[in-house]
């Protein structure tokens, strides 16, 4: 049974950092590109990074752009987003996902199969 698990999470004022961790069991997601979406209260979830299958390349949605930053550990099985200079829109519930396609750029959320429980991230003025 394949189980994601995000981890990092918090509550931080506007300017922090935070890292967020997702680490996946029961598959081996090498060969699969991974993906960060958020959902904040009341509006779609929406994608924030991706990064390839072999981590040579990465995506990110504007309003994040210079400020977040995607990694992955095949050998962990898992994905991280670093957060800089974070702002109160960025609060939200934030999402690993995985399975189903290979490229860093796929923004359509139907397109991955594989979806961790969220954690959230609150960044107070």
């Known amino acids: 049974q394949v189980q994601l698990v995000e981890s990092g999470g918090g509550l931080v004022q506007a300017g922090a950092s935070l890292r967020l961790s997702c680490t996946a069991s029961?598959?081996?997601?090498?060969?699969?590109?991974w993906a960060w979406f958020r959902q904040a209260s009341g509006k779609e979830r929406e994608f924030v990074a991706g990064?390839?299958?072999?981590?040579?390349?990465?995506n990110f949605a504007a309003p994040v752009k210079g400020r977040f930053t995607i990694s992955r550990d095949n050998r962990e099985n898992a994905v991280y987003l670093q957060m800089n200079s974070l702002k109160p829109e960025d609060t939200a519930v934030y999402y690993c996902?995985?399975?189903?396609?290979?490229?860093?750029?796929?923004?359509?959320?139907?397109?991955?199969?594989?979806w961790g429980q969220g954690t959230q991230v609150t960044v107070s003025s």
């Open positions: 996902a995985t399975g189903g396609t290979r490229y860093s750029g796929v923004i359509d959320k139907q397109m991955y199969k594989y």
């Open positions: 990064i390839t299958w072999n981590g040579a390349n990465s």
């Open positions: 029961g598959r081996s997601f090498s060969d699969s590109a």
